[in-house]
Nanobody
């Protein structure tokens, strides 16, 4: 599975961005797609996840009510809609994929930088 993330950029606090992660290489019917972020000096944080069927989603506590994960199966793309962005959301955002039966994410994209100015 190859993952290509895009959509990052510089935005003011309170603004919005939508990240995209397009997958290729195999069908993803039995996969879970996740978004992670990593800020300098901090551990990688799980932001959101979704089963490819769309039947189950997860949002980290720090983004609940502000971020929404979704997917478009026809486009093989997972989105992360980020609203009401805060300076502490500044990080490199990475998309990842794992088989639903696995615990660890096996496939990672290159990441897209999100910077939120105050």
């Amino acid at each position: 599975v190859q993952l290509q993330a895009s959509g990052g950029g510089l935005v003011q606090a309170g603004g919005s961005l939508r990240l995209s992660c397009t997958a290729s290489g195999r069908t993803l019917n039995t996969y879970v797609m996740g978004w992670f972020r990593q800020a300098p000096g901090k551990e990688r944080e799980s932001v959101a996840a979704i089963t490819w069927s769309g039947s189950s989603t997860y949002n980290g506590d720090s983004v609940k009510g502000r971020f929404t994960i979704s997917r478009d199966t026809a486009k093989n793309t997972v989105y992360l809609q980020m609203n009401n962005l805060k300076p502490e959301d500044t990080a490199l955002y990475l998309c990842a994929a794992r088989r639903a039966a696995d615990l660890n994410y096996d496939y990672w994209g290159q990441g897209t930088q999100v910077t939120v100015s105050s």
